[in-house]
T-cell receptor, first 113, second 112 residues
Framework: NAGVTQTPKFQVLKTGQSMTLQCAQD?????MYWYRQDPGMGLRLIYYSASEGTTDKGEVPNGYNVSRLNKREFSLRLESAAPSQTSVYFC????????????FGPGTRLTVL | QQQVKQSPQSLIVQKGGIPIINCAYENTAFDYFPWYQQFPGKGPALLIAIRPDVSEKKEGRFTISFNKSAKQFSLHIMDSQPGDSATYFCAAAPFGNEKLTFGTGTRLTIIP
């Protein structure tokens, strides 16, 4: 099992460019998450998906869109990148059904110039 | 707003010492309190978790102490080792809610 995988690992964008961060899990988990991690801010939830076809805003959704393509994949899109979106992005999944452990991917380090 | 306050921001302890990281919460609906450990360049991973029906939980050298009346919980690492050097995050979630609220993290360094 690969667990949670994310691509790319690193990305540099110019202000105004768009990109999609990809996430996939092979653990048959129902719920998936996108977080951003910034120094001194901890992990902040951007979007959440409880199941295929459903998404819900988290604490910091502005400037982002998501797609839960199927049970395995959950993508995060930046339509017009801004320097404030420079961060490390983590995808996570959760088994559910009473098990609250979230499994995290290795992260994508994004720099917006 | 920050619903889970974590301290200290950074901590340096000698090998064998007992680092203690503290978290305080405001939402009385929280009933699941995990700690995550993150090594540089990696994603966080669940270390240990507690529910409010017990005041303490131990797993190996890691212990969570929970004080429901004070709305505080803490992580203790016994006989700390240089390999424990990492960033630690506390978190909380209400019953039946799969969304975690994380603390701001503590960068722990264990010096030989």
């Amino acid at each position: 099992n690969a667990g949670v995988t994310q691509t790319p690992k690193f990305q540099v964008l110019k202000t105004g460019q768009s990109m999609t961060l990809q996430c996939a899990q092979d653990m048959n988990h129902n719920s998936m998450y996108w977080y951003r991690q910034d120094p001194g801010m901890g992990l902040r939830l951007i979007y959440y998906s409880a199941s295929e076809g459903t998404t819900d805003k988290g604490e910091v959704p502005n400037g982002y869109n998501v797609s839960r393509l199927n049970k395995r994949e959950f993508s995060l899109r930046l339509e017009s990148a801004a320097p404030s979106q420079t961060s490390v992005y983590f995808c996570a999944s959760l088994r559910g059904a009473g098990n609250n452990e979230q499994f995290f991917g290795p992260g994508t380090r994004l720099t917006v110039l | 707003q920050q619903q889970v306050k974590q301290s200290p921001q950074s901590l340096i302890v000698q090998k064998g010492g007992i680092p203690i990281i503290n978290c305080a919460y405001e939402n009385t609906a929280f009933d699941y309190f995990p700690w995550y450990q993150q090594f540089p360049g990696k994603g966080p991973a669940l270390l240990i978790a507690i529910r409010p029906d017990v005041s303490e939980k131990k797993e190996g050298r890691f212990t969570i102490s929970f004080n429901k009346s004070a709305k505080q919980f803490s992580l203790h690492i016994m006989d700390s080792q240089p390999g424990d050097s990492a960033t630690y995050f506390c978190a909380a979630a209400p019953f039946g809610n799969e969304k975690l609220t994380f603390g701001t993290g503590t960068r722990l360094t264990i010096i030989p």
